[in-house]
């Protein structure tokens, strides 16, 4: 009587083991799987990021060739102004001359 007693007893202990252990195991995966899920969202996160860094980074491009083009045209039209202010300072030098030519004779 004492074996069978002993024997229900480590059935009942086992039965209570494997609850408490498949109790563990579905708190585990359900960990898991929610660690899996956060990590596919942050990763997402992240991807939508990089491509917000992306097109910040091809704007940012995009106004510097602007701005490089833009620098060029102002060098340009910064001859050109150089260039007729010279003009005009030789044909003033030039009319001054004839105006001291004129007084002279």
């Known amino acids: 009587a004492g074996t069978q007693e002993g024997l229900a007893e480590f059935k009942q202990e086992l039965a209570q083991i494997r609850e408490v252990h498949t109790e563990a195991q579905e708190a585990l995966t359900n960990s898991l799987v929610q660690i899996q899920a956060g990590t596919q969202e942050a990763l997402a996160e992240f991807k939508q990021e990089l491509v917000q860094i992306q097109e910040s980074q091809a704007g ?3 106004a510097l060739a602007e701005f490089k083009q833009e620098l060029g045209n102002l060098r340009d039209e910064q001859a050109h102004i150089k260039e007729d202010m ?3 300072l030789n ?3 030039e009319l001054l001359q004839n105006l001291l030519n004129q007084q002279a004779s």
């Open 91 to 93: 044909r003033v030098e």
């Open 60 to 62: 940012t491009q995009e």
């Open 86 to 88: 010279k003009n005009q």
